[in-house]
T-cell receptor, first 114, second 114 residues
């Protein structure tokens, strides 16, 4: 158990819908990262937050957005869903300045768009 | 551009040694990580290199040559439970107190046979 929690574990929805994925980082970690993993792709970095501020953006679609709240939990919002958005979505957290500042991953949310 | 290459699949025998190679070309470098990922589960941290040389951790060792853009993960005394995907990831530079995001290779699926 990495200490990072994600809800829900599974999500099944229809095309055109909107969903929200939630992530709670490990206690004391200030950075949260979101990644997408589909069958034919590796882990793709989406977006990073540090202490409530956006710090880096990767291959995140305009239909996707995220935020990090004052209690440091983060939410990833996916809208106008398409079949191709079906994937595993992971969040990871890290604590800057703590040794290697390793990213620890949550269990993921499996999104299925029908 | 960002490019991380590793073999797609490898097969090895229980009790043997296997070396998984990773080559990278990235615009920034702030450390190289190896993660293990069982199907449908979260990646779990295995090792970290930021300086050239070998890091040993029990049955797992990782090597880095920054001048060659090359790393390998060495697994000794293979066990059946080592059957998993092994992900090579380069960390980008961060700023303002935070570390950078991880850029992942597509992973090497290792099958350990009895």
């Amino acid at each position: 158990d990495s200490g990072v929690t994600q809800t829900p574990k599974h999500l099944i929805t229809a095309t055109g819908q909107r969903v929200t994925l939630r992530c709670s980082p490990r206690s004391g970690d200030l950075s949260v990262y979101w990644y997408q993993q589909s069958l034919d792709q590796g882990l793709q970095f989406l977006i990073q937050y540090y202490n409530g501020e956006e710090r880096a953006k990767g291959n995140i679609l305009e239909r996707f957005s995220a935020q990090q709240f004052p209690d440091l939990h983060s939410e990833l919002n996916l809208s106008s869903l398409e079949l191709g958005d079906s994937a595993l979505y992971f969040c990871a957290s890290s604590h800057p300045g703590a040794g290697t500042d390793t990213q620890y991953f949550g269990p993921g949310t499996r999104l299925t768009v029908l | 551009g960002q490019n991380i290459d590793q073999p797609t699949e490898m097969t090895a025998t229980e009790g043997a040694i296997v070396q998984i190679n990773c080559t990278y070309q990235t615009s920034g470098f702030n450390g190289l990580f190896w993660y293990q990922q069982h199907a449908g589960e979260a990646p779990t941290f295995l090792s970290y290199n930021v300086l050239d040389g070998l890091e040993e951790k029990g049955r797992f060792s990782s090597f880095l040559s920054r001048s060659k853009g090359y790393s390998y993960l060495l697994l000794k005394e293979l066990q059946m439970k080592d059957s998993a995907s092994y992900l090579c990831a380069v960390r980008d530079h961060g700023y303002g107190g935070s570390q950078g995001n991880l850029i992942f290779g597509k992973g090497t699926k290792l099958s350990v046979k009895p």
